[in-house]
């Protein structure tokens, strides 16, 4: 059973420092995403990663993929308060790449 | 990007009644999801809709409970059966952009039900 885990679940930070959040997965999978939620939206899609090694950044955020440990980290650079929100990793089943699980997210709060 | 609309956007509901969601996508998709976010919690897939076959469900969700209907490629509808107000939660159908693998995986707005 697929599972993953991300930490931390809350995360309180000044504006301008940098952070990582880590997620973990416990089954091979060659897929993951990060998404972005607002309070009272639907989820927007930040990054998709296919391989181990990948990297993509936009803006502030940046994210990596590393398969052989089964690991992803979504790191903000000089965050700023409209990065506020609740982020979540998601991975695609091997079986299936489109059927994702979630973890369980982590709610950012970037103050001034 | 894909575009996802679902109806309704939220609704209040009674106990024991039954509410169908319908979601529309701007393009052809070979496969549709339907997830649950309870409040305050993460997401969690109900079932992959596909066209064509029955629905398949995750672990936990029965097609009584959820049935689930796909007559064609950019539509889709789940009910939520006899509802009691543990079923209060955004559901949410999802599609990739594409249908091909490795595609981003859109999100519609979702319908928020609240059941009394």
């Known amino acids: 059973e697929l599972k993953v885990e991300q930490n931390p679940l809350f995360l309180s930070m000044q504006e301008g420092k940098n952070y990582t959040i880590y997620c973990n997965y416990s089954?091979?999978?060659?897929?993951l995403y990060w998404y972005r939620q607002d309070p009272g939206k639907s989820l927007e899609s930040l990054f998709v990663?296919?391989?181990?090694?990948a990297v993509k950044q936009e803006g502030r955020l940046m994210a990596s993929l590393d398969t052989k440990a089964r690991l992803s980290t979504l790191h903000i650079t000089a965050a700023v308060h409209d990065l506020s929100a609740t982020y979540f990793c998601?991975?695609?089943?091997?079986?299936?790449?489109?059927?994702?699980?979630f973890g369980e997210g982590t709610q950012l709060t970037v103050n001034p | 990007s894909a575009v996802i609309s679902q109806k309704p956007s939220r609704d209040i509901c009674q106990r024991g009644t039954s509410l169908t969601i319908q979601c529309q996508v701007d393009s052809q998709v070979t496969m549709m999801f339907w997830y649950r976010q309870q409040p305050g919690q993460s997401l969690t897939l109900i079932a992959t809709a596909n066209q064509g076959s029955e629905a398949t469900y995750e672990s936990g969700f029965v097609i009584d409970k959820f049935p689930i209907s796909r007559p064609n490629l950019t539509f889709s509808t789940l009910t939520v059966s006899n509802m009691s107000p543990e079923d209060s939660s955004i559901y949410l159908c999802s599609a990739p952009r594409s249908g091909g693998f490795g595609d981003t995986q859109y999100f519609g707005p979702g319908t928020r039900l609240t059941v009394l």
């Open positions: 990663l296919l391989s181990n090694g």
């Open positions: 998601a991975v695609g089943h091997q079986t299936s790449g489109s059927r994702l699980t």
């Open positions: 089954t091979t999978s060659d897929r």
